[in-house]
């Protein structure tokens, strides 16, 4: 699902309550498997150079996951793939239900039309996150 909308017409905050009442509502859940975390929003940071940065968004998402590699020397050296393996396998093993990407406009920021495309294929394809059984 993607909510567009001009700046101050509630969309933070709309993503906000969604986030406190999915929480409210799996509490019991999360108190029986620490792990489980069944929403996480993550701010899309603005470009510093035209380009949306992949390698930032894996390292805010895993940190948002609490993923405890990204703790280690050096994991903010590795590749681009390597961390969106890292996300992939730390998304199912916190059992997401809700994955929310404010300010999602900054994907769009690319040099080129045919990269726009890749950009939206690559968050637009629930499947390469979720197993089956929880789209």
Same mark, same amino acid.
Not at 18 to 28: D, E, G, N, V
Not at 77 to 89: D, G, P, Q, Y
């Given at each position: 699902?993607?909510?567009?909308?001009?700046? &101050?017409? /509630?969309?933070? +905050?709309? =993503?906000?309550?969604? $986030?406190?009442?999915?929480? *409210?509502?799996?509490?019991?859940?999360?108190?029986?498997?620490?792990?489980?975390?069944?929403?996480?929003?993550?701010?899309?940071?603005?470009?510093?150079?035209?380009?949306?940065?992949?390698?930032?968004?894996?390292?805010?998402?895993?940190?948002?996951?609490?993923?405890?590699?990204?703790?280690?020397? &050096?994991? /903010?050296?590795? +590749?681009? =793939?390597?961390?969106? $393996?890292?996300?992939?396998? *730390?998304?199912?093993?916190?059992?997401?239900?809700?994955?929310?990407?404010?300010?999602?406009?900054?994907?769009?920021?690319?040099?080129?039309?045919?990269?726009?495309?890749?950009?939206?294929?690559?968050?637009?394809?629930?499947?390469?996150?979720?197993?089956?059984?929880?789209?």
């Amino acid at each position: 699902m993607f909510l567009f909308g001009p700046t &101050g017409v /509630g969309k933070t +905050t709309l =993503l906000r309550r969604i $986030t406190q009442k999915l929480l *409210a509502s799996f509490q019991k859940e999360m108190e029986l498997d620490k792990g489980f975390i069944p929403i996480a929003n993550i701010e899309v940071a603005t470009p510093e150079f035209s380009n949306f940065d992949w390698k930032d968004f894996y390292l805010r998402a895993l940190g948002v996951l609490q993923d405890p590699c990204i703790q280690l020397p &050096g994991y /903010g050296r590795i +590749t681009n =793939l390597k961390l969106k $393996t890292s996300l992939e396998a *730390a998304l199912k093993h916190r059992r997401l239900k809700v994955f929310c990407i404010d300010e999602a406009q900054n994907l769009s920021k690319v040099a080129s039309g045919r990269k726009l495309r890749d950009q939206t294929d690559c968050i637009s394809k629930p499947k390469s996150f979720f197993p089956k059984s929880d789209r």
